[in-house]
């Protein structure tokens, strides 16, 4: 069967589809450090209302998911990333009436608007990383963009957690002392700190989104896919992507694993301080997810395909997950913050995995099957304000239960449900 058109080498497609994965590292895990800063600047009583933060980033791919695929339809994949590239600017821009005001809800606007430009770019970027090269080695391209993701994840944290946090601890004791109008300027300062970043994050997406328009990436037609005359398992041609039952299990297996991964990244600044742990060394803790993800690349990049399967890799790093989690749960202090950072290893290869498996054999369908992947990512929005809310509820440590059930779906996943409605 004949397979969507592929550039003949595709090193200068790669460099760029990795320096795209590099933005989406900087602005994503942005979040981590946003949650318990706007939580001091905007004056937030509950964990609840604090991952709200996540939830207007991530469920803005829910929403723009399904119009991005019929944008891409219209622009193709390079202008409709050079379009989500500016679409993020905006967003970017508009944290900076958010901050003069320390408006909390013009803030989760912003998100939204930089996450519905991701959402289009994500949605052209993955199944082009996909299906520039040979399926089965998909995940090994993926991992070596996600290295460049979680780079950017780290540096994002470093510098914002530096400009944000720095001197967290000492204001936050010192707001208990202020009269109203030293505290309110107090906050207004602490507000004011994003302005400049969010500004220089503006014109660089601007500038990448005129470079994508110049470059050579190429457009990849996935319309006359092999498989648009498919036959299923039952003999009958598949006309609609619902006839794709693994697919449809990728797409439930993508949302709990980005649900787990947002989880893991996002709350641990908050865990530590729950634990006691000022929040100059908290900080940090992010980094340390994300230097556990990029190790896993790091093994994925060595290991796919030569020595494993794309669905080997999705079962360990399953396994792990539960594991971990559990660790987590039952011991204390910086023993469970490192076991919440170690998720990292048990998610890095769940995305590298999850997408290209998910999206195999789709023909014609991809670009609309990418958009419900894509979707997907939504379980970023709602698993952590389902945490946020356990956690208010009970106690930071036992609302990582969630994470469990979550695992042992990818699981499943991994060793039967990808095979799903496929011809054996």
Not at 48 to 62: G, P, R, S
Not at 155 to 184: H, P, R, V
Not at 195 to 205: C, D, S, T
């Amino acid at each position: 069967m004949s397979q969507p058109a592929r550039p003949a080498n595709y090193t200068m497609s790669l460099v760029i589809i990795g320096a795209l994965f590099f933005i989406f590292g900087f602005i994503t895990w942005i979040n981590g450090t946003l949650i318990p800063y706007l939580k001091i600047a905007c004056e937030l009583k509950t964990d609840f209302q604090a991952y709200l933060v996540a939830t207007a980033f991530f469920i803005a791919y829910t929403v723009m998911a399904i119009p991005s695929s019929f944008v891409l339809k219209k622009t193709g994949y390079k202008k409709g990333m050079a379009l989500g590239l500016l679409i993020m600017s905006v967003g970017a821009i508009l944290f900076v009436p958010a901050a003069n005001s320390r408006n909390f809800n013009l803030f989760l606007v912003a998100l939204f608007v930089i996450g519905s430009g991701m959402a289009l770019l994500q949605t052209a970027s993955n199944p082009y990383a996909t299906i520039i090269g040979p399926i089965e080695s998909a995940a090994m391209r993926i991992s070596i963009v996600g290295i460049c993701n979680k780079v950017a994840g780290i540096f994002a944290g470093l510098i914002f957690g530096y400009i944000a946090l720095n001197d967290a601890d000492t204001l936050i004791a010192n707001l208990q002392t202020m009269d109203s109008i030293t505290k309110e300027a107090t906050l207004n300062e602490l507000a004011a700190r994003v302005i400049i970043p969010y500004i220089i994050i503006a014109g660089v997406l601007i500038l990448f989104a005129i470079g994508i328009l110049f470059s050579g990436l190429p457009d990849i037609d996935d319309s006359k896919g092999g498989d648009e005359n498919q036959l299923s398992s039952a003999g009958i041609a598949k006309t609609s992507v619902f006839q794709f039952p693994h697919l449809v299990m990728g797409v439930i297996t993508l949302f709990l694993y980005v649900g787990v991964e947002v989880i893991a990244g996002d709350t641990i600044i908050n865990y530590g301080k729950s634990l006691g742990i000022e929040l100059s060394t908290a900080r940090y803790f992010t980094q340390a997810t994300l230097a556990f993800m990029l190790i896993g690349y790091i093994i994925g990049i060595v290991t796919i395909p030569k020595y494993i399967s794309q669905s080997t890799a999705l079962k360990f790093c399953a396994i792990l997950g539960v594991i971990f989690s559990l660790l987590a749960i039952i011991t204390t202090g910086y023993v469970s913050v490192a076991f919440i950072a170690a998720l990292g290893l048990a998610n890095s290869l769940m995305w590298p995995a999850i997408f290209p498996l998910a999206i195999s054999g789709l023909g014609k369908f991809t670009k609309i099957g990418s958009a419900f992947l894509i979707m997907a990512i939504a379980g970023g929005a709602i698993l952590p304000l389902i945490y946020g809310k356990i956690s208010d509820v009970w106690n930071t440590q036992q609302a990582y239960w969630i994470m469990v059930p979550c695992y042992l779906f990818i699981l499943y996943y991994s060793m039967k449900g990808y095979k799903a409605g496929k011809a054996v």
